[in-house]
């Protein structure tokens, strides 16, 4: 059984909704990590507050990006928005070139995927009591990188996050998508593993550990290199936080920690594998936001 990163007060498993949902896809380019998980938050209580007001604006975070929806349901699809939108029957969409604010009015069941490189880079550590301890780097060799530290409320354990490197936030309703939270990670990490595999990564699991790993002959007497991690927060059956997908990442920052408390287990990245064959940031983005949609739309079908 793989150790999970989840911190989760949900308290029975979720009921299937047959509701009409729809999935905003929203580029945030570099930002810092607080103001992210800022706008996480005020999503969050959005999303829980659309199950009874129908379509609610988050408040008061208002940051622009690029969008594209997709929307679906378990019975007829949403014909609302059909130039933005398609139904979980169809091909999932590419990232538009829309932008909109977040304080934009929502669709009803309005759920969201957002991407984001965290500038300047950050050392995150979850409410795990053991997280601080992976934390190998003095004051002085923080400084020196230009790296900060800030505490966070997702599952999981330690984790570096910066430029070249693509984290995903999904701010989702499992109850709508009849998902609980087991299943919710091994999607996760299929959603990662779809996308590698378009650029001729081959990604896997580990039954120890969550995440998304890659057998190369460096890190093969280490039991394979970690390619992304995850690390998510569950709160009212609407998920927070999500993964990070090493693309260009700085390696070398990740000697500051013991990623994921996993002491001997090496890290990689995309560009790490493919050298000048490794896609740009933009085409990453593509690729993870369309997997991603299909596989929810799949979901959304069958869960």
């Not at 706008?39 to 408040?59: F, N, T």
């Not at 991407?115 to 409410?127: G, Y």
């Not at 230009?146 to 599952?155: F, K, L, P, W």
């Not at 260009?248 to 990740?254: G, I, M, P």
Request: a neutral charge.
């Amino acid at each position: 059984m793989a150790m999970e990163g989840i911190e989760s007060d949900a308290a029975a498993a979720p009921a299937a909704s047959r509701e009409p949902w729809s999935l905003i896809v929203r580029d945030l380019g570099r930002m810092p990590y607080m103001e992210a998980l800022a706008i996480q938050r005020d999503l969050h209580e959005a999303v829980v507050g659309s199950r009874q007001w129908g379509a609610v604006s988050p408040q008061p975070s208002a940051v622009s990006g690029q969008k594209s929806d997709i929307s679906g349901q378990r019975s007829e699809p949403n014909t609302e928005n059909r130039e933005r939108t398609t139904n979980n029957r169809q091909p999932p969409p590419a990232l538009s070139t829309q932008h909109a604010a977040l304080s934009t009015p929502q669709p009803p069941r309005a759920m969201h995927l957002l991407l984001v490189e965290h500038d300047p880079p950050v050392i995150t550590v979850s409410a795990r009591k053991t997280a601080r301890q992976h934390l190998v780097a003095t004051p002085d060799m923080l400084a020196r990188a230009g790296v900060e530290v800030c505490e966070t409320d997702r599952g999981g354990d330690i984790t570096y996050h910066g430029p070249g490197q693509l984290v995903v936030y999904p701010i989702l309703d499992l109850n709508t998508l009849g998902l609980r939270l087991h299943g919710y990670m091994r999607l996760l990490e299929q959603v990662v593993i779809d996308t590698l595999a378009r650029f001729g990564i081959e990604g896997h699991r580990d039954d120890t550990a969550t995440g998304v790993w890659v057998a190369t002959a460096e890190h093969r007497a280490a039991r394979n290199a970690k390619i992304c991690a995850m690390g998510v927060r569950v709160s009212r059956w609407v998920t927070m936080h999500g993964l990070a997908l090493n693309v260009t990442t700085n390696l070398d920052h990740f000697n500051l920690i013991i990623p994921c408390g996993l002491v001997g287990r090496g890290v990689t990245s995309m560009a790490r594998e493919l050298g000048e064959q490794c896609p740009s940031m933009d085409e990453v983005k593509e690729a993870l936001a369309s997997c991603f949609s299909a596989r929810v739309a799949e979901t959304g079908r069958t869960g």
